[in-house]
């Protein structure tokens, strides 16, 4: 598969500017699937997906500020929803489209569900990928424990061994599955190597586990008015069987769909989980 093309973007906060990065495929006037990862990953997750996609779609992926290519927030209080959305909208006005498809992956979907609820949004089609309005407090201080550290490595296959203890919930893959999840993930950094994320996001998210469960999210969720999908991992920690069950019932009456023997949260790169997500577009 060719390269995507890598382009960045300058936004806006209270403390300046800052730029985001994201990788495009596709033809310009195809349907966007914008594509959003999870709170310590990047936007070059989704290759595969795009891989499978691009000949239909536009695939834009962005890394979020503090993620990948992009900048480091000046501030680590800027690392919040509020900020991941005002930066989304201002990509999706640079892509100069009137509506898209999100797919969101834990904070991704976070932050699709947020857009999705206000007046005017362009999100046509929502997929949420083991997430929802209630966050499990016990996967939260999981999740807790390793974000914000900031481990260094002298090697890639240092890193990337790492990296495969921390995502044991993802369930079993190949050991081409983990290069693939490791090669925009443990990079160099002076003479050694880390993960590609800035530390100080883990501020925020800390604080937030602290003080127990997130607030629910349940009066965006009842406000979104397009076709929402849900994949969850069956053995989930973020995303309960009770929470999925809800969305299938309100706002807007989710289908859903499970993936047995996977946690939080499903990679999206095995083939058959890419089965799914294509289904997801148009069912």
Not at 127 to 154: C, E, H, K, T
Not at 183 to 197: D, E, K, M, Q, T
Not at 272 to 278: H, K, P, S
Request: aromatic fraction near 8%; include cysteine.
């Amino acid at each position: 598969m060719p390269d995507p093309t890598l382009h960045h973007v300058t936004c806006a906060s209270p403390r300046g500017l800052h730029r985001i990065g994201y990788a495009e495929w596709g033809a310009a006037g195809s349907p966007v699937l914008l594509c959003v990862h999870g709170l310590t990953r990047n936007g070059r997750d989704f290759d595969r997906v795009a891989e499978r996609l691009s000949d239909r779609y536009r695939v834009v992926c962005p890394d979020m500020l503090g993620r990948g290519t992009s900048d480091r927030a000046s501030d680590p209080s800027l690392y919040t929803v509020a900020q991941y959305v005002a930066d989304c909208v201002t990509l999706i006005a640079r892509l100069d489209v009137d509506e898209l498809i999100w797919l969101g992956t834990s904070m991704g979907g976070v932050i699709g569900m947020t857009l999705a609820a206000l007046p005017g949004n362009p999100i046509r089609r929502l997929i949420l990928n083991d997430i929802g309005p209630v966050i499990g407090a016990g996967g939260a201080g999981r999740i807790a424990g390793n974000v914000g550290d900031d481990p260094s490595f002298d090697s890639f296959e240092d890193g990337e061994r790492a990296l495969r203890a921390r995502m044991s919930e993802f369930g079993l893959h190949s050991d081409e599955d983990f290069r693939y999840l490791s090669r925009h993930y443990v990079v160099r950094r002076g003479g050694r190597w880390a993960f590609h994320y800035d530390p100080a996001i883990g501020t925020t998210f800390k604080a937030a586990a602290a003080g127990g469960s997130a607030p629910p999210l349940w009066p965006f969720y009842d406000a979104i008015s397009c076709p929402t999908r849900v994949i969850r991992g069956s053995i989930s920690d973020i995303l309960s069987e009770e929470t999925a069950q809800e969305m299938t019932r309100r706002g807007p009456r989710a289908q859903v769909v499970r993936i047995k023997g996977v946690g939080h949260a499903p990679s999206l790169v095995p083939d058959a989980q890419i089965d799914i997500v294509e289904r997801l577009l148009t069912d």
